[in-house]
């Protein structure tokens, strides 16, 4: 995939002899069914004029740059959702910031500049609920307007459900939030992921004799506290590609902070079967099945007992 840092920055570099370009347009936060239906519509396009398939998104979140402070957690760094976004089969990337002056565009000169001018479109792909310009004053409808104007065909695509739910990124975060990630996993259209490097942590999961991963996440989204069945892909270093079963703790440690006493966050993941150093390395974890909420234990042994009865239940549930 090709990736232009901004509508400008594409427009300088095409040639005058560059295919008809298809662009799906949003910030593709999840890249869920939903998404991915804009983005087939996009290949669809582009195949049908012999031009290039491609997004149109955005860096920071809108959201962070109006209400900073109500700005939902992404559920995917801007580099898993372009790296998605190709495997979709989508040629060119242009990532424009949004920023104060990016916003105070006006809608139709949204159309006419960025779209028209800068990406030279063909084909425009957006969601039913798609809004864009200051103010958020434009609609599917003045995009449909101004394309018929413009020579730019405008697709429209309805709302995508999955057993009655609708493909959203907002509704995978509220799933998320109650722990059902297997339902969430139904909307994206694969797991709930977090990816991260491992960190080193306090150790006590060797001192227990099941040593984690500790993770420093790369996205905001996380799924309720809890413990959880996941897969472990590595994703550099020895064995890269190669999927551990995983039994993975996000919470707090209660048992080992004073009865009262907020620990920050911690995502641990026990491999199942592995052996090996993985400090340092990036590592994907499918969160796949939530097995019990964190809880605090009486004593050690009782915490070590129940650990090695999850370990079990993940052995169970994904072989």
């Known amino acids: 995939?090709?990736?232009?840092?901004?509508?400008?920055?594409?427009?300088?570099?095409?040639?005058?002899?560059?295919?008809?370009?298809?662009?799906?347009?949003?910030?593709?936060?999840?890249?869920?069914?939903?998404?991915?239906?804009?983005?087939?519509?996009?290949?669809?396009?582009?195949?049908?004029?012999?031009?290039?398939?491609?997004?149109?998104?955005?860096?920071?979140?809108?959201?962070?740059?109006?209400?900073?402070?109500?700005?939902?957690?992404?559920?995917?760094?801007?580099?898993?959702?372009?790296?998605?976004?190709?495997?979709?089969?989508?040629?060119?990337?242009?990532?424009?910031?949004?920023?104060?002056?990016?916003?105070?565009?006006?809608?139709?000169?949204?159309?006419?500049?960025?779209?028209?001018?800068?990406?030279?479109?063909?084909?425009?792909?957006?969601?039913?609920?798609?809004?864009?310009?200051?103010?958020?004053?434009?609609?599917?409808?003045?995009?449909?307007?101004?394309?018929?104007?413009?020579?730019?065909?405008?697709?429209?695509?309805?709302?995508?459900?999955?057993?009655?739910?609708?493909?959203?990124?907002?509704?995978?975060?509220?799933?998320?939030?109650?722990?059902?990630?297997?339902?969430a996993a139904a909307l994206l259209g694969r797991p709930v992921e977090i990816e991260g490097r491992v960190v080193r942590g306090a150790a006590r999961g060797k001192a227990l004799g099941f040593p984690t991963a500790n993770l420093a996440p790369e996205g905001e989204l996380r799924p309720k506290v809890g413990i959880y069945a996941a897969r472990t892909r590595l994703l550099e270093g020895p064995q890269a590609g190669t999927a551990y079963r995983t039994a993975l703790s996000i919470g707090r440690n209660p048992t080992f902070t004073s009865e009262g006493g907020q620990a920050p966050v911690t995502v641990e993941a026990y491999l199942l079967d592995f052996e090996g150093d993985l400090y340092d390395r990036r590592l994907r974890l499918e969160v796949l099945e939530h097995l019990r909420d964190e809880q605090r234990f009486a004593s050690i042994d009782a915490l070590k007992a129940q650990i090695a009865a999850d370990v079990e239940r993940v052995r169970e549930l994904l072989s």
């Not at 090709?2 to 347009?25: E, Q």
């Not at 580099?79 to 910031?97: K, N, P, Q, Y």
């Open 1 to 183: 995939m090709k990736i232009f840092p901004g509508a400008a920055a594409y427009a300088a570099g095409r040639s005058s002899a560059a295919p008809p370009l298809a662009v799906a347009i949003g910030n593709f936060d999840g890249v869920h069914r939903g998404h991915r239906a804009l983005l087939d519509e996009a290949r669809a396009r582009a195949a049908r004029r012999g031009g290039t398939s491609a997004v149109l998104t955005f860096t920071p979140h809108p959201a962070r740059l109006f209400a900073p402070a109500k700005a939902p957690p992404l559920i995917l760094s801007l580099e898993r959702r372009l790296e998605l976004c190709a495997e979709a089969g989508i040629e060119t990337a242009v990532v424009e910031s949004f920023t104060p002056a990016f916003a105070a565009i006006e809608a139709e000169a949204f159309v006419r500049r960025v779209l028209a001018q800068d990406l030279a479109a063909r084909d425009v792909v957006v969601g039913y609920d798609f809004s864009f310009g200051r103010g958020r004053a434009g609609n599917v409808a003045l995009l449909a307007a101004l394309g018929a104007e413009l020579g730019i065909g405008v697709a429209v695509i309805p709302p995508v459900t999955v057993d009655g739910l609708p493909c959203s990124s907002t509704r995978i975060r509220e799933l998320c939030a109650a722990g059902d990630v297997r339902r």
